[in-house]
């Protein structure tokens, strides 16, 4: 039923303009503590620093998403956070495995118009290996951002969308949204292709927790794939 948490426009804006304004607080007295306070410490620990400030975008990102939605309640019933069957989860793998195939193979078949695609886990994760670093990206890739993202695009654009457009419509739209906002024009088609197969994941099942699922299992393997690769050289 994808008519089941419906989400208004009021819910939506408010979810961004509260992010915005919480990463703005957050990452502005992060970034003046690593210029003044401890200055000489984040000098050498440039890594460390851009890695705690990646974490604290998606951790306000997901409190902006229990303000807006009414906390862990409204996560379930509005976003559709919610289990629904282990069958579901294992279809949601299933359709993930699909994407990273047909998606890899778009890719590779639109590089000569888009250019050579580079992997963005390979960009941050060979950033460091300092333990700090890690454990605070480690967690962040796998587990807070897919979480924070399925919130955002399958439970509240989506859930905003269906209810003013057809349901194909909403998925494609959502797909180009969820795509486009990572900023990485080589890995578009990839990130298309499973924001569709997330999507309908979403729309078949009314769950973000499956489409969650996929997320974590497509940036784990990208997670452990890079650090398989770059601890070979």
């Known amino acids: 039923m994808t008519g089941a948490g419906a989400v208004s426009g009021r819910r939506l804006l408010l979810t961004i303009g509260l992010w915005l304004a919480l990463l703005a607080i957050v990452g502005g007295l992060t970034i003046l503590a690593a210029r003044v306070v401890v200055r000489a410490w984040a000098l050498g620990h440039r890594a ?9 975008a ?3 990102l997901l409190v ?19 289990f629904t069957s282990f069958p579901d989860l294992l279809g949601a793998l299933a359709a993930w495995v699909l994407a990273l195939v047909a998606g890899g193979l778009l890719t590779t078949s639109l590089a000569p118009l888009l250019g050579q695609p580079r992997s963005n886990a390979v960009t941050l994760l060979s950033r460091s290996f300092d333990p700090l670093f890690v454990a ?13 993202e399925e919130l955002l695009f399958r439970g509240a654009l989506f859930g905003w969308l ?11 739209v959502t797909a180009a949204v969820f795509a486009g906002a990572h900023l990485l024009p080589t890995l578009f088609p990839v990130l298309f292709v499973f924001g569709l197969a997330a999507t309908m994941v979403r729309v078949r099942t009314d769950s973000t927790l499956n489409s969650f699922a996929m997320h ?7 997670v452990l794939a890079t650090y398989a690769v770059l601890s070979h050289g």
Do not use: H
């Open 58 to 60: 998606y951790a306000t």
């Open 48 to 56: 460390d620093v851009s890695a705690l400030l990646i974490a604290e």
């Open 162 to 172: 269906v209810g003013r457009l057809p349901v194909p419509v909403s998925v494609v």
């Open 64 to 82: 902006a998403l229990l303000v807006a939605f009414g906390g862990p309640a409204g996560l379930r019933d509005r976003l559709r956070f919610r």
């Open 136 to 148: 605070l990206i480690v967690p962040t890739v796998c587990l807070l951002a897919p979480f924070c």
């Open 216 to 222: 974590a299992a497509q940036n784990t393997f990208a």
